[in-house]
């Protein structure tokens, strides 16, 4: 028999485990260190910290999603920095998008007019994933606490992801 440990790819199962322990409404940051099969290049690597964030309660909509992570990325990175989303797919969120900025050692040159290998040509760098709650997921955790805390009809929430590293490396205007 194998080992019975695995390393965990992402911090998201503390989430479910949040919602089990508490009810809504909540908001919460979960840090962690993650492993993955990348291969490792100028912004991928084997082994990094990641941090999600969990919101859930009342009326909570894409707007305000959107309007939580404009507003970081426009902090951190400041107000010269193009903020983009575009529609993606992440199983336990639905809509689901990637946040991406325009690239730190390019200015977000697209490819033919000077970009670069760190945003691959492209002018922009994805920064997280994220999404409104799957009200799937809502259902699992009725049924996981034994009540209707979370039914979806009455609560709504999002969730994002996404490495610290990789944020302090475009942060800082490290490119590799």
């Given at each position: 028999a194998g080992d019975p440990l695995l390393l965990r790819t992402h911090t998201s199962p503390v989430q479910i485990r949040v919602m089990s322990a508490m009810a809504p409404p909540l908001a919460v940051i979960v840090p962690g260190r993650t492993y993955r099969a990348d291969a490792q290049d100028a912004?991928?690597?084997?082994?990094?910290h990641q941090v999600e964030g969990l919101v859930v309660g009342a009326s909570i909509t894409m707007a305000d999603l959107k309007g939580t992570?404009?507003?970081?990325a426009q902090v951190l990175f400041g107000p010269g920095f193009t903020v983009r989303f575009r529609p993606s797919f992440f199983p336990f969120t639905?809509?689901?998008?990637?946040v991406d900025v325009s690239c730190v050692a390019c200015a977000g040159r697209p490819e033919g007019s000077g970009g670069c290998r760190v945003c691959k040509g492209t002018?922009?760098?994805e920064i997280l994933g994220a999404g409104m709650v799957d009200p799937n997921v809502f259902e699992a955790v009725c049924r996981r606490r034994g009540d209707r805390v979370y039914d979806p009809e009455r609560v709504t929430g999002f969730a994002f992801g996404m490495g610290v590293e990789r944020i302090a490396m475009l942060r800082h205007g490290v490119d590799d």
């Open positions: 912004t991928h690597s084997p082994i990094f992570l404009h507003t970081f639905e809509p689901s998008a990637e002018g922009w760098l």
